[in-house]
């Protein structure tokens, strides 16, 4: 009954999220598109326990935006961080 329905799909393919971590060893960053699809990925040891705090979210900041950086120069767009 009524009218037919219209089937909608999202291209996830120009959208990511991206997530940012803080380990003992190293700090990362990873962004993946809507499908799942790893799209960027970058890691940097670091012993945490030998740097200051500040230093470390400080370097993490810096891995965020070069993590944005290429997304953008892929005409990716990141809808968050986590």
């Not at 990511?16 to 803080?22: D, K, S, T, V, Y």
Request: proline share 4%; hydrophobic share 45%; with cysteine.
């Amino acid at each position: 009954m009524g009218r037919p329905g219209t089937t909608v799909e999202l291209d996830g393919r120009r959208v990511c999220g991206l997530g940012a971590e803080i380990n003992v060893n190293h700090i990362s960053t990873l962004a993946h598109d809507l499908g799942g699809a790893v799209v960027s990925e970058h890691r940097i040891g670091l012993d945490a326990h030998a740097v200051p705090a500040i230093a470390v979210v400080d370097r993490l900041v810096d891995l965020v935006r070069q993590t944005v950086s290429d997304l953008a120069r892929r005409g990716l767009t990141p809808a968050g961080l986590t």
